[in-house]
């Protein structure tokens, strides 16, 4: 988490280098070697931070499973996985703690309608 938020801050201080150079070195000779130079640092920062996870790679292939020689099963396994690292738990707290209260409910309901039967 805190590697997010480094890279951040070096891409902000990037960021405010390429404005001050964009506003205030308007006739400067070398702003092409200024610009070079503020997209190698870029490059850098961005291969410092590793800033995706596999299964953002897996999903992008699903954008071109041609491309990329993915079968219908691979397609489908991909979808799975995404899913469980990132819908699954969500579900479970929302529908899994209601079907928890409603189960426990109903089973104190069914016993107390068969005392009543009695």
Same mark, same amino acid.
């Given at each position: ?8 801050? =070096?891409?902000?201080?990037? %960021? ?23 997209? =190698? ?15 953002? %790679? ?31 738990? %969500? ?28």
């Amino acid at each position: 988490m805190y590697r997010y938020h480094d890279c951040a801050l =070096d891409i902000a201080e990037l %960021y405010n280098e390429l404005r001050y150079a964009k506003s205030y070195e308007v006739n400067d000779p070398n702003k092409k070697e200024i610009f070079r130079n503020i997209s =190698d640092k870029y490059d850098k920062i961005l291969k410092r931070y590793e800033n995706h996870r596999l299964i953002d %790679y897996e999903r992008f292939q699903l954008n071109k499973p041609g491309y990329f020689k993915l079968r219908w099963t691979d397609r489908q396994w991909i979808e799975l996985k995404y899913y469980w690292k990132v819908y699954f738990k %969500y579900h479970l707290i929302m529908y899994g703690l209601l079907i928890l209260f409603l189960a426990v409910n109903l089973k104190k309901l069914d016993r107390w309608s068969i005392a009543n039967l009695d």
